[in-house]
């Protein structure tokens, strides 16, 4: 199976910078937060935002930090959200 990631960027290293939601309540309130998002934005717009997120983050900490990795990691990030961002 091929991978969309970066050269050297693996599942385990995105899987590490991902925090955890152990609580259930943290995770009901976050769905409910992004519902509430989606609906008064549509969904188009909350993953074009996202992908905008995605691209300044992966700027700033090349810039800021010179840290590669992240950067790169943002960077996919942002081409995965920009390739699913079709209208609904």
């Not at 937060?33 to 900490?61: F, M, N, R």
């Amino acid at each position: 199976m091929s991978s969309n990631l970066p050269p050297g960027i693996t599942n385990s290293m995105i899987e590490d910078q991902v925090p955890s939601i152990e609580d259930d309540n943290k995770f009901e309130n976050l769905c409910n937060e992004l519902e509430a998002i989606v609906d008064k934005h549509c969904l188009y717009e909350v993953v074009q935002a996202l992908s905008y997120i995605a691209w300044t983050k992966s700027d700033h900490v090349l810039t800021t930090w010179q840290d590669t990795l992240s950067s790169e990691l943002w960077k996919s990030a942002a081409f995965k959200l920009d390739g699913l961002n079709i209208q609904v």
